[in-house]
């Protein structure tokens, strides 16, 4: 088997010394050197992969990995600043959500202090409706409470 490869390389010698053979050389190194061997699925393997990329890639490659990286970087950034800016607007409208509940349960407190003077005003009306015989046969509200009940909507 050596002596066999040992053969091929004196017959190929003559060739790789001509002119021709100086061009195709000089070809594939700088092939090589701009693109790098082909790894094909040996890229796939998860220790000799790596190291075998370092070895055998070529300028192209390296570059494709640099631009990738940067643009890796540039994307992240934008994200953690949409992110940022997402949060802040939730935060915005979460103060809003939070003052609208805020003045609702104060109109709802006014509300309520408003409907326990009215019921008091009912119950004041009704013992009056009970003391005075001639006022028991009305069936409808006084007129200083049906002026409390209107603003709401009872």
């Known amino acids: 088997m050596i002596v066999a490869g040992l053969a091929m390389a004196r017959a190929a010698a003559p060739f790789l010394l001509s002119r021709t053979g100086l061009l195709t050389m000089a070809a594939v190194g700088v092939f090589v ?17 790596p190291a075998l990329e370092s070895v055998t890639d ?24 949409l992110l940022l800016k997402q949060e802040e607007e939730r935060r915005a409208a979460q103060a809003k959500i939070d003052a609208a509940e805020r003045a609702y349960l104060e109109s709802r407190k006014d509300l309520d202090q408003q409907i326990l003077a009215l019921d008091e005003a009912i119950a004041t009306e009704a013992k009056t409706d009970v003391e005075d015989p001639a006022c028991a046969a009305r069936d409808f509200i006084s007129r200083s409470v049906r002026d409390r009940l209107a603003p709401l909507g009872r």
Do not use: C, H, S
Request: glycine share 12%; proline share 7%; aromatic share 8%.
């Open 33 to 49: 050197f701009y693109e790098g061997l082909p790894l094909g699925p040996l890229r796939m393997i998860p220790t000799i992969g």
């Open 58 to 81: 070529g300028r192209v490659d390296r570059a494709r990995k640099a631009g990738a990286a940067q643009e890796r970087i540039a994307w992240e950034e934008a994200r953690r600043l």
